[in-house]
């Protein structure tokens, strides 16, 4: 089983529509973030939490709010879909007592918005 | 704005090609320099570099930093078809102890066989 686990894996849903990503892990990670990848811009960040009280906007936070459920739940919303939301989406943990200091991702969340 | 560039952004070549791919940052209080690979699912860590000159190797792959001059190489030497992705270039940087990495744009390669 992931350490990381995203849901749903693919979604292809209409402009104006609420959707919800949700994102698990099993790694006893405090650290969670969300990730929209697009071709050719590489990764940007758009919320990350430190802890299940502690949420902060990333690069592109505009159109999405997150919420962190629980230590090892953290999901993205869209409260209403736009077509420039098509994108690949992916949740990472990290632990700032690691030495390498490496994000650990999901399998990611393809959205497409019509 | 802090800022990390890869180049090129894409490069084909033949199975035992060595390539070189370029990462250079702009990033306030730089605190390391990590390299992912991503096939066609989720970034794989590489490496993670922190100090300048020393070499990271790991098989075929090798990566070294240069905080002077703000840019770091992967190399792949002996290339082979599994070589074929995405490699990201991602600086952790910025105020605070925030693990917040900043990603660059990634450069696609693809290896003939």
């Known amino acids: 089983d992931a350490d990381v686990t995203q849901t749903p894996r693919n979604r292809i849903t209409k402009t104006g529509k609420r959707i919800m990503l949700e994102c698990s892990q099993t790694?006893?990670?405090?650290?969670m973030y969300w990730y929209r990848q697009d071709p050719g811009l590489g990764l940007q960040l758009i919320y990350y939490?430190?802890?299940?009280?502690?949420?902060n906007k990333g690069e592109i936070s505009d159109g999405y709010s997150v919420s962190r459920q629980a230590q090892a739940k953290f999901s993205l919303s869209l409260e209403s879909a736009i077509p420039n939301q098509t994108a690949l989406y992916f949740c990472?943990?990290?632990?700032?007592?690691?030495?390498?200091?490496?994000?650990?991702f999901g399998e990611g969340s393809r959205l497409t918005v019509l | 704005e802090d800022k990390v560039v890869q180049s090129p952004l894409s490069l084909v070549v033949h199975e035992g090609d060595t390539v070189t791919l370029n990462c250079s940052y702009e990033?306030?209080?730089?605190?390391?320099l990590l390299w992912y690979k991503q096939e066609k699912k989720a970034p794989t860590f590489l490496f993670m570099l922190?100090?300048?000159?020393i070499e990271k190797k790991s098989g075929r792959l090798s990566s070294i930093l240069d905080k002077k001059e703000l840019f770091s190489i992967l190399n792949i030497t002996a290339t082979q078809t599994g070589d074929s992705a995405v490699y990201l270039c991602?600086?952790?940087?910025?105020?605070?102890?925030?693990?917040?990495?900043?990603f660059g744009q990634g450069t696609t390669l693809q290896v003939k066989p």
């Open positions: 990472a943990t990290s632990d700032p007592g690691t030495v390498t200091g490496e994000l650990f």
């Open positions: 790694k006893g990670h405090d650290r």
């Open positions: 939490s430190f802890d299940v009280k502690d949420i």
């Open positions: 990033v306030t209080n730089f605190r390391s």
């Open positions: 922190t100090s300048s000159g």
């Open positions: 991602a600086v952790e940087g910025g105020s605070g102890n925030t693990g917040k990495l900043i």
